[in-house]
């Protein structure tokens, strides 16, 4: 048996902090026979219910292209309903682990935030994002928002955080109450729907289901905000032996912020609202 300790990366993946990490041992037979690295190629993890999914897989390609490989992006199978315009990986660490000894040599779609084990390592930050916050055409600005009208995020996220900071150091005659919900598309569905007057949340998230909702009523989006939130950051998670891939994919993904390819490809996929 080899005994890793047990991470949600769902739940990672959305906080800034790691769990407690409890044991789980791992059969032998889970890891035998692991791939061997190619000296032509390179494979990529990618989750296939990210609403980075497209935009990862072409970057994967954009990557191997500078390196001179030929790319193989490898769908993980997720078991659970998906969560759309999201990013979290719903995973256990003995599943990554196991992807990236048997299937890949890069998972895609990491947090630069996360507190990862020995075991794994990561590459530099390739995709920065940020959380915009989106109004009621009800309303002019944050501030003209009543307080017996409700604001929403996503619960275990930076925003919601942030968000209910900003709202506890107001003078109690002006706090909203906070709705915490499971999920970005229920959040954004909330405002849409008149539930809430404004939401923090996540902007390509906020892009996708936008493009997805052409009907949805205009809302003001406001990205100069009162209150500090943290840019949500993704990187590539690599087996800690694999120092010299690492190296490697840190001057690919150099090359390919210097030139412009991550903001191209964040523009096609519908990832920003610019």
Same mark, same amino acid.
């Given at each position: 048996m080899v005994r890793l300790p047990i991470v949600l990366f769902g739940v990672v993946a959305s906080t800034a902090g790691v769990l407690a990490q409890p044991v789980l041992d791992i059969p032998e037979r889970f890891l035998r026979n692991p791939r061997n690295p190619s000296d032509s190629s390179i494979a990529f993890c990618v989750n296939p219910t990210s609403a980075l999914y497209e935009f990862e897989k072409?970057?994967?390609?954009? +990557?191997?292209?500078?390196?001179?490989?030929?790319?193989?992006? $490898?769908?993980?199978?997720?078991?659970?309903?998906?969560?759309?315009?999201?990013?979290?990986?719903?995973l256990l660490e003995q599943e990554i682990y196991w992807y990236l000894l048997q299937r890949c040599d890069a998972f895609m779609g990491f947090t630069a935030a996360a507190d990862y084990p020995d075991y794994l390592t990561v590459s530099p930050i390739y995709l920065e994002t940020n959380s915009v916050l989106a109004i009621s055409p009800r309303f002019a600005r944050l501030e003209d928002i009543p307080p017996d009208v409700a604001v929403g995020a996503r619960i275990l996220s930076l925003a919601g955080s942030s968000l209910g900071a900003y709202i506890r150091g107001l003078p109690a005659a002006r706090q909203w109450k906070l709705n915490l919900y499971q999920n970005h598309e229920t959040v954004m569905d909330r405002l849409m729907d008149g539930t809430v007057g404004a939401i923090l949340i996540w902007e390509p #998230?906020?892009?996708?289901?936008?493009?997805?909702?052409?009907?949805?009523?205009?809302?003001?989006?406001?990205?100069?905000?009162? $209150?500090?939130?943290?840019?949500?950051? $993704?990187?590539?998670? +690599?087996?800690?032996?694999?120092?010299?891939?690492?190296?490697?994919?840190?001057?690919?993904?150099?090359?390919?912020?210097?030139? #412009?390819?991550?903001d191209r490809l964040m523009a096609e996929h519908s990832l920003t609202l610019d």
């Open positions: 072409d970057l994967a390609e954009e +990557l191997a292209a500078t390196l001179l490989l030929i790319p193989e992006v $490898f769908e993980i199978a997720i078991y659970q309903p998906p969560l759309r315009y999201d990013f979290r990986l719903p #998230g906020l892009a996708q289901y936008l493009r997805d909702h052409p009907d949805a009523p205009e809302t003001r989006i406001v990205r100069s905000l009162p $209150f500090q939130v943290s840019p949500t950051q $993704f990187v590539l998670a +690599l087996r800690a032996e694999n120092d010299y891939l690492n190296y490697q994919l840190a001057q690919a993904i150099e090359a390919v912020v210097r030139n #412009g390819t991550i």
